[in-house]
């Protein structure tokens, strides 16, 4: 496993607060607001592009992909044949490609490729595996749109963090060729809430809580008719044999940091080319803060390096 260098200078930035301070005003709403509805948590949820700076000389176009509607980013001068397919988080029940454009966007400008930035179906109303399910459609479509399979990249963040690397898996139960590479920011993959880190980082933690994670699991896993230990909804249970190039990160303030370090010690346990990037003192899913936080900026810098590798 290749362990990348920290990407965060002495000290945090004063840009990275503004993801701990969106988390916190987030945590205040949902512990005060009696009966939230779906609707409201979404909205609020759709709020996860602040952090992040509209990254210039970038064009959005709405379509859909094998049925599945999204976003795509193009950045001036990218190369079209290469695409990362950006699944969004949010527990699988919130976030949107609204919401994740902006960071889609950064990471592909960088990378010099596309983005398409996936609206799949989400939880509680379409419970596992609707999401990898969709993931799987835009991937086919994408390949009879004339995108070689090892041009294509799965990433992800949290929830789509979980689904970059899900997709890949079940591409590879039904015999179809895989991606080229696979990117999971903070992903979430643990739906039985065993990580020692829920209990070792809750104090740093601005957002992420086990009730909250339990509330989630309810929604995706169909109220516990789904095993929390099925693979694909659980991929810290997969056979990660044949997996493509991985590159992890996480904050290593966040809950969730031992996700990221089980899957990255299981997949090289199994001969992947593992990347492991840990933002020290950084929040989950920091890349949020492109274009505003030093410690993003660089950690999205290591992974264009990384890709292009």
Do not use: C
Request: glycine share 10%.
């Amino acid at each position: 496993m290749t362990t990348a260098p920290s990407t965060r200078p002495p000290g945090t930035s004063a840009g990275a607060d503004a993801l701990r301070a969106l988390y916190a005003d987030w945590a205040g709403i949902i512990a005060t607001t009696p009966g939230l509805t779906t609707r409201l948590f979404r909205s609020i949820f759709d709020e996860w592009h602040q952090p992040t700076r509209e990254p210039e000389d970038v064009t959005y176009r709405e379509d859909t992909v094998g049925g599945v509607p999204g976003i795509w980013a193009l950045p001036a001068g990218a190369d079209r044949s290469q695409v990362m397919l950006y699944t969004h988080g949010g527990g699988f029940a919130v976030g949107s490609a609204s919401s994740h454009r902006k960071l889609a966007a950064h990471v592909a400008k960088a990378a010099g490729v596309t983005a398409f930035v996936l609206d799949y179906r989400r939880a509680p109303e379409h419970p596992h595996p609707a999401q990898v399910e969709d993931g799987v459609a835009a991937f086919t479509a994408l390949t009879e749109r004339g995108i070689r399979p090892q041009d294509i990249t799965t990433i992800g963040d949290s929830a789509g963090g979980n689904l970059a690397i899900a997709i890949p898996l079940a591409l590879r139960e039904r015999g179809l060729p895989l991606p080229g590479r696979v990117i999971a920011f903070s992903p979430w993959l643990d739906m039985e809430n065993s990580g020692e880190t829920l209990v070792t980082n809750d104090a740093t933690d601005a957002l992420i809580s086990v009730p909250l994670l339990d509330g989630m699991i309810a929604g995706v896993l169909a109220d516990g008719e789904i095993d929390p230990r099925t693979p694909l909804a659980n991929p810290l249970y997969a056979d990660f044999t044949g997996f493509p190039r991985l590159y992890v990160n996480a904050g290593s303030a966040e809950s969730l940091l031992d996700n990221a370090t089980r899957v990255a010690a299981k997949a090289e346990a199994a001969g992947v080319d593992v990347t492991l990037s840990i933002g020290e003192g950084m929040q989950h899913v920091f890349p949020f803060l492109a274009g505003n936080a030093p410690e993003a900026d660089a950690e999205i810098a290591a992974i264009a390096k990384w890709y292009r590798g």
